[in-house]
């Protein structure tokens, strides 16, 4: 049983926490908040919770939560821990990784030069093979690097162009924007493309974010280059195999992220979660050397089968195609 820490427990954290409670080989040995909040209480019904440091345990008992102890006792009893503490805070968290000779995940809003490695499940499973430290790519190059990385093997990419439709912030946040305006990204390339390269082999990906007022979900147009030709005929199994990718169709009413994310619920997912990427059926076009197609993401839940998938890879425990599988037997992805 591999034991975990997950250290971090907001957007990302939590819904890792249920991710890795749900498989066979492994268990949340403690999940770390920040602060007594309503969050660490209802977390504390199912997880054994500690504070970030000694001083931070008072804290938690004044509010009723049964506190193990802190962050540093959990990493004397865990394999592994995940890292989805805000961005920036993983990169400082390494040492303390290193002093406890735990291994570690870090999530996308690290710099890829913190761990060196960057982790997604399709296109690069085996990078991470006992290692000690690794990265799981943010949401969207989650999403980007799970589409074409099929391609890739049908039909060989050398290059992408995409335009990635940023939702502004995520449902639980009420600080950030922007809530009335559209806000493009000024760097071109945004880092997605450089990042999408980290974890997949291609000439060239370019890439702009432009931000939108919208929690839900994010959209990216994408427009791919191949090696071999392609007919709009090709398309119809370019997903096939690809339980993680999920086709979705204007006709049958789902002409917006409102209506992805409500298909989501219908599916009975806790918290409303679409952890596969969600690609119109209607925007695929195939023609010479192109294919385009246009996908949601849900920012919220992409990244947390990656991160199941990553602990194995890490800990050498299941092969690519056997951990992919028993991710998503667990957690009810692609039909399974
Ligand atoms: P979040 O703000 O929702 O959650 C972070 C949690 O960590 C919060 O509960 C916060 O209180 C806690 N925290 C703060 N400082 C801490 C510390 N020093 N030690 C332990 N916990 C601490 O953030 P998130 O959205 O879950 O993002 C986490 C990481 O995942 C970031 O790198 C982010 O870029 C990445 N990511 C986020 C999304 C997304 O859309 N939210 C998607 C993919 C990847």
């Given at each position: 049983m591999i034991k975990v820490a997950i250290n971090g427990y907001g957007t990302i954290g939590r819904r890792v926490a249920d991710a890795v409670r749900s498989q066979k080989d492994m268990t949340v040995a403690g999940i770390v908040k920040a602060r007594p909040d309503y969050v660490a209480h209802e977390a504390s019904k199912t997880f054994r919770v500690y504070s970030i440091d000694k001083n931070g345990t008072e804290a938690f008992k004044n509010e009723g939560i049964d506190v193990q102890?802190?962050?540093?006792?959990?990493?004397?009893?865990?394999?592994?821990?995940?890292?989805?503490?805000?961005?920036?805070?993983?990169?400082?968290?390494?040492?303390?990784?290193?002093?406890?000779?735990?291994?570690?995940?870090?999530?996308?809003?690290?710099?890829?030069?913190?761990?060196?490695?960057?982790?997604?499940?399709?296109?690069?499973?085996?990078?991470?093979?006992?290692?000690?430290?690794?990265?799981?790519?943010?949401?969207?190059?989650?999403?980007?690097?799970?589409t074409v990385s099929a391609a890739q093997e049908k039909f060989g990419v050398l290059k992408v162009d995409a335009t990635i439709v940023r939702r502004a912030t995520d449902p639980n946040d009420s600080k950030k924007g922007p809530i009335n305006g559209v806000e493009p990204s000024l760097k071109f390339p945004s880092h997605h493309g450089p990042d999408l390269r980290t974890v997949l082999n291609l000439q060239d990906a370019t890439t702009v974010a432009i931000k939108v007022p919208t929690t839900l979900m994010h959209v990216h147009s994408i427009n791919l280059t191949t090696d071999k030709p392609v007919t709009q005929g090709d398309l119809a199994d370019l997903f096939?195999?690809?339980?993680?990718?999920?086709?979705?169709?204007?006709k049958a009413g789902i002409t917006s992220t409102a209506q992805v994310m409500d298909l989501a619920r219908e599916m009975g997912r806790k918290r409303g979660d679409l952890f596969e990427i969600a690609v119109w059926k209607e925007s695929m076009y195939a023609a010479g050397n192109t294919i385009r197609y246009i996908q949601a993401v849900h920012q919220e839940s992409d990244v947390v089968p990656e991160n199941v998938d990553a602990i194995r890879s890490m800990m050498q425990a299941m092969e690519k195609d056997d951990s992919i599988r028993e991710t998503d037997r667990a957690m009810n992805i692609g039909g399974n």
């Open positions: 102890g802190d962050l540093e006792s959990l990493l004397d009893n865990v394999d592994i821990v995940v890292d989805a503490t805000p961005e920036g805070q993983g990169e400082k968290n390494l040492e303390l990784y290193k002093k406890h000779h735990v291994k570690a995940i870090l999530q996308g809003g690290e710099k890829s030069t913190s761990t060196g490695l960057s982790f997604n499940s399709y296109s690069n499973f085996s990078d991470s093979w006992g290692k000690d430290y690794s990265r799981v790519v943010s949401c969207n190059t989650t999403g980007l690097a799970r096939t195999g690809h339980g993680r990718i999920l086709e979705i169709s204007g």
